[in-house]
């Protein structure tokens, strides 16, 4: 239609280029006339909101504020001047609302639907292919740029008025001083809340007292400010407006360390009068509302788990009855215990893992000053104190470690418990059976440790073990067993899940799979890796879903929760006598002793729990045996291995002088051939990340302070597969 | 090495200033935070010879973290740039007023960046 | 000012851009409620095409660094590098795309991306050029090249970028 408008009025050799613009005009008010449809709906919104008693909503504000910006942006991108000019007073009027420089009863303001009719005017000119009306468009814009001037700032300014610290003031944002300003306007109180927080973790607290505010009104401002511990402590001031009184609001913040004052209230008498909530509470909310909180035992004897509830009794003492101050007393002189938050200790575990990177330094920089003869003697005593800050490291290290690790008996506490309440569910007699309960385990670990340990005992229950007249008519006896055995073996600790049950039935598993198209019919899978299918995702052997362990947490998740501890589970089962899941887990994810090695250009560390002895092999020492290359250690064969045949290094020089690393995993041994041995140095194991999740061999890499990464050797992988190698030969 | 704080929640943007320093003549370190929460976590833990930061974030805004920054004896010196998509000038004027050194609006240009930095870093080694 | 140094005003150009792009992208927030859907990228050159990666995939660019090779690996994977306290892979992106593969010499950069499970891999590229907010209207699914790592294509005026499917990137399993 556009198109047959401006063809009757082109004429020459400007038809065309008048067709073109009338195709872009037209193309230009389809997508602007959605714009302005909005607007128009939310102009009348806002005009509802003015005339009613309620609060305008500053996020329609800002609404019509966007379009108006994106109209001027459209407008601009035509070459359409008139319509940017005036989207672009639309945005100054709007802007000023959002910002309170203009207000809504403004002349300006008024403007604005008288103004939006205009744009839907021109609109429509365009449309059509008349003329636009400039010049009514141009008086308009004039119009508006005299209200915009007549509606500047009438500030009272309200904030004056406020009992505040003039620092708070001056850090609010133009935005923010609005906010403020217009809750006054709102006859809201502005209440003024200080907070003192440990400053390693304030931000739980901090965001629990937030969220409070939250219920009750808007934090318009947060403002950190140093404690009167500047180390230590951080305060925070939140101005805060709300519609409840300064009495209530304190009641509903009563937290420890926190302040509330009124700085304005509605009959506009600015109050300080303050109130602190017993300063003298000993119970961190940041403690109590945290995750994982730790014990920390300071008398040896305590069980933990007492201790635990000695303190939340005392907690919950404090929080319900703050008067309590003496009962609370008693309390504590009974546990002599300290809650800690469990990342304080990862923050503590850093910096022992920086000094120790530092002190590495210090004994290389040692090194360097002995083989000079100038300062030899120097070198000498600096080494000397670089070992004695050593010891005083291992020290503290092993400390902080030892403040982490915790007993597995906790949770075997727990899978009592689940086993006693399964038992009365599925009427099965079930004897469960511990080992091991004093192996210790870092924290975390035991935490991420529970579900999959919970979740496989219940499998064993539910589904491992047979009913009463099953397990009779089996010869089995009456009451099913379950043997959970935990040892510790070098870095690791082995969990063994043991049932006397049914075992695993092989070929259902085969048959599962097939359907679920996770094997090919005629794929031959070995015993084992069918057993361990059942840890693939979408893969259970028992059809109905029990309550018990069909809680959507399959083997599957099991494994994969394992995995990110940098732990492994299998399975070995036995049809008619039962099912042992093994699970093998890292101590700790700290520190290691490492030994450094090159061959080559390329450094590798090996752990030094693994390693026996380490000695120089001349060429002509080493000899061959069955094919192998051997060395004669003390009157034993020692199978040989070069790392850089391994791992394919270049640049490795096997006709020299070599050293052999001595690794001996459980009753196997290898020796590890090197171009050079490096020293020794903590080191923090890191998992490799990225697309290639394991490399045999590799147990991962660390960092040597130096920018660069380090790849640490798997020795049971490495051993493993040399003598598995020379047996098979 | 001097040591630079660069606190900007956006990760694309928080890039571009990492990359435009660590162009600088002279090695610094360069710490960054994506928040002025971590910020004010980090402070405490090194010391930092100069302290960039946005102004709108979504913890606490650019201009407390410098309230703070600069009642705090122990960061009271630490030069401050602001870099923010915020043009207005009061805002521009509270910055300054605060106690921030300089006020640069996005899009910067890293050149001058690492001018201001540069001035900055050696105008406080002049005082000493 | 940069005559001095010619090499860098040339870096700068490029950085110039990406930052212009990157504050554009933020201002035009102010945009989103309007009509056009964009889509964030990141464009990066390598042998001497555009390609280009959702923004929000990556955490951060750096240099060229030294890496420690890794054994046992594909030839695209060129090893990994200690970042802040963790150890990343960094992979040969020319050779995953069946591209010419040069030297990796000290102008080129690494973007490195994050996705879900705390996943984490270096890319290795050229040189990153801009943050670009593609029309969504101008992207269009790319026809199976290659192993399906160039997921989109998005048109430029007369120019075509490439877009890698970030999981692929992520993942760059078996290639």
């Known amino acids: 239609m556009a198109a047959e408008k401006s063809n009757r009025k082109s004429q020459g050799s400007d038809a065309k280029a008048e067709k073109t613009k009338a195709k872009e005009n037209h193309e230009f008010v389809t997508e602007a006339e959605e714009i302005l449809e909005r607007m128009f709906e939310d102009l009348s919104d806002l005009q509802e909101q003015r005339n009613g008693a309620g609060e305008i909503n500053p996020d329609l504000v800002n609404q019509i504020f966007r379009s108006a910006h994106t109209l001027k942006g459209l407008a601009g991108m035509f070459g359409l001047d008139t319509i940017g000019h005036l989207a672009h007073r639309f945005e100054d009027i709007l802007d000023g609302l959002r910002l309170g420089r203009i207000s809504f009863n403004s002349p300006a303001a008024l403007l604005l639907d008288e103004g939006l009719a205009l744009l839907a005017i021109l609109m429509t000119q365009l449309e059509h292919g008349d003329g636009s009306d400039a010049q009514a468009a141009q008086a308009f814009i004039e119009q508006i740029d005299a209200a915009i001037d007549a509606s500047a700032p009438q500030r009272t300014d309200e904030l004056d008025a406020l009992d505040i610290d003039s620092s708070l003031l001056r850090a609010l944002t133009e935005y923010e001083e609005h906010r403020l300003r217009e809750s006054i306007h709102r006859g809201r109180n502005i209440g003024l809340v200080d907070s003192v927080f440990e400053i390693s973790a304030f931000e739980e607290g901090l965001s629990e007292l937030s969220s409070a505010v939250r219920e009750v009104g808007e934090v318009v401002s947060t403002l950190p400010s140093p404690g009167d511990a500047p180390e230590s402590e951080i305060r925070f001031s939140l101005l805060v407006a709300t519609d409840i009184d300064a009495g209530e609001l304190r009641e509903r913040l009563d937290y420890p360390d926190t302040i509330v004052q009124s700085v304005w209230n509605v009959s506009g008498a600015a109050g300080s009068t303050s109130a602190t909530v017993d300063d003298a509470m000993p119970v961190d909310p940041n403690g109590s509302a945290g995750e994982a909180p730790l014990v920390v035992d300071g008398s040896d004897g305590a069980s933990s788990e007492e201790s635990t509830d000695a303190d939340s009794l005392a907690s919950s003492l404090s929080w319900s009855n703050p008067g309590g101050a003496s009962e609370l007393e008693s309390l504590r002189s009974i546990s002599e215990t300290v809650r800690v938050d469990i990342r304080k200790l990862d923050e503590l575990m850093n910096l022992v893992g920086d000094l120790v990177i530092q002190r590495n330094a210090i004994s290389g920089l040692a090194t360097r000053l002995a083989t000079d003869s100038q300062t030899a003697k120097i070198g000498a005593e600096l080494a000397k104190t670089s070992k004695n800050l050593d010891r005083k490291l291992k020290e503290l290290q092993s400390r902080v470690l030892d403040v982490r690790m915790v007993p597995l008996r906790q949770i075997f506490e727990k899978l009592s418990r689940v086993n006693r309440r399964l038992r009365r569910d599925l009427g099965k007699e079930i004897e469960l059976e511990f080992s091991g309960a004093d192996t210790e385990l870092d924290k975390l670990i035991v935490e991420q440790l529970v579900d999959p340990l919970v979740h496989i005992v219940r499998n064993s229950l539910d589904h491992a073990i047979e009913s009463a007249e099953e397990r009779l008519a089996a010869g089995k006896p009456e009451a099913g067993r379950i043997r959970i055995n935990a040892v510790q073996r070098g870095n690791h600790i082995v969990i063994e899940v043991e049932d006397d049950g049914r075992g695993m039935d092989v070929e259902a598993i085969r048959v599962r799979a097939i359907e679920n198209g996770m094997i090919s019919e005629d794929e031959a899978l070995t015993r084992g890796e069918l057993l361990n299918l059942a840890f693939e995702a979408g893969l259970s052997t028992r059809d109905e879903v029990s309550s018990i362990s069909g809680r959507g947490v399959g083997m599957d998740i099991v494994r994969s929760n394992l995995a990110e501890m940098g732990g492994m589970v299998e399975l070995a089962s036995t049809e008619g006598r039962g099912t042992t899941v093994t699970i093998t887990l890292p101590i700790t994810l700290a520190i290691i002793q490492a030994l450094i090695v090159r061959t080559g250009t390329e450094r590798f560390a090996i752990p030094i729990n693994s390693v026996l002895e380490t000695m120089a092999v001349e060429p002509d020492e080493i000899g061959r045996s069955e094919g192998r290359e051997v060395l004669n250690l003390r009157g034993e064969p020692l199978l040989l291995r070069r790392l850089g045949e391994e791992f394919e290094i270049e640049g490795a020089s096997p006709e020299e002088r070599q050293f052999a690393v001595v690794l001996g995993m459980g009753e196997q041994r290898l020796g590890l051939l090197v171009d050079r041995l490096e020293g020794q140095r903590d080191a923090v194991i890191k998992p490799i990340k990225g697309p290639i999740q394991s490399i045999r061999g590799i147990s991962g890499a660390t960092e040597l302070g130096d920018h660069g990464a380090i790849l640490v050797i798997d020795v049971s992988a490495i051993v493993g597969d040399a003598v598995r190698r020379w047996e098979a030969a | ?128 | ?175």
């Not at chain 3, 101008?138 to 970030?166: H, N, T, W, Y």
Request: proline fraction near 4%; aromatic fraction near 6%.
């Open chain 2, 1 to 128: 090495m001097q040591s630079i704080l660069i606190v900007e929640d956006s990760a694309t943007m928080r890039s571009l200033l990492a990359s435009s320093l660590e162009e600088l003549e002279s090695a610094v370190k360069i710490v960054e935070a994506e928040s002025g929460f971590e910020a004010l976590r980090i402070l405490p833990r090194e010391s930092f010879d100069l302290i960039v930061t946005d102004i709108n974030m979504p913890d606490i805004n650019g201009l407390e973290l410098v309230s703070f920054i600069r009642r705090n004896e122990k960061y009271a010196d630490i030069p401050l740039v602001i870099v923010s998509t915020e043009g207005s000038d009061r805002d521009r004027e509270k910055g300054l007023r605060l106690g921030a050194d300089a006020y640069m609006v996005k899009p910067f240009d890293p050149e001058m960046l690492r001018q201001v930095v540069l001035d900055l870093l050696a105008g406080r080694h002049e005082e000493r």
């Open chain 3, 1 to 175: 000012m940069n005559e001095s140094h010619p090499q860098r005003s040339k870096l700068d150009a490029n950085w110039e851009g990406l930052a212009r792009g990157a504050a554009d992208a933020w201002m035009s927030d102010v945009d989103e409620s309007g009509s056009e859907i964009c889509r964030e990228l990141l464009v990066f050159e390598l042998e001497g095409s555009a390609y280009a990666i959702a923004v929000e995939r990556v955490r951060e660019i750096i240099r060229m660094r030294e890496m420690t090779r890794l054994p046992r690996c594909p030839d695209w994977m060129l090893g990994v590098i200690a970042l802040r306290g963790e150890v990343v892979e960094v992979v040969d992106l020319a050779k995953c795309l069946g591209l010419a593969v040069r030297e990796p010499d000290r102008s080129r950069r690494i973007i490195v991306l994050h996705g879900d499970f705390d996943r984490v891999t270096g890319i290795l590229v050229d040189s990153v050029s801009e943050v670009y907010r593609a029309p969504e209207e101008s992207i269009m699914p790319a026809q199976s090249l290659d192993f399906g790592a160039v997921s989109e294509v998005c048109r430029r005026g007369e120019q075509f970028i490439s877009i890698l499917d970030p999981d692929i990137a992520l993942g760059f399993p078996n290639v």
